[in-house]
């Protein structure tokens, strides 16, 4: 089992910046592909960006320069910044975690394991 603790999210004006963090433990961190996803009101669940356990990023579609995935396997942890918000990015923001690597590291399906999700709400 993996635990995932969301921290982070609040509410910002438009062009603002947030880090987010998710705190992983129950598995040793490193072995472990993260994702992060966003689900805005009324809509599915969407991949943001993701790195695999060797580091490798993949981006979601809707990610610009804006989105940046990095971990810290000392500290358990894997943020992710945003900057220049929009008020399109609102939402609940959700870290996934799944052991090792796969192929498919877009699809909700591909992760076992959720966090609670943290609100990022951004104001025009």
């Known amino acids: 089992q993996v635990q995932l603790v969301e921290s982070g999210g609040g509410l910002v004006q438009a062009g603002g910046s947030l880090r987010l963090s998710c705190a992983a433990s129950g598995r040793t961190f490193s072995s472990l592909t993260m994702g992060w996803f966003r689900q805005a009101p009324g809509k599915e669940r969407e991949f943001v960006v993701g790195i695999r356990w060797s580091g490798d990023v993949t981006n979601g579609d809707s990610v610009k320069d804006r989105f940046t995935i990095s971990r810290d396997n000392a500290k358990n942890t894997v943020y992710l910044q945003i900057n220049s918000l929009k008020p399109d990015d609102t939402g609940v923001y959700y870290c996934?975690?799944?052991?090792?690597?796969?192929?498919?590291?877009?699809?909700?399906?591909?992760?076992?394991?959720w966090g609670q999700g943290t609100q990022v709400t951004v104001s025009s």
């Open positions: 996934a975690a799944r052991p090792f690597g796969a192929t498919d590291i877009i699809s909700t399906y591909a992760y076992p394991y």
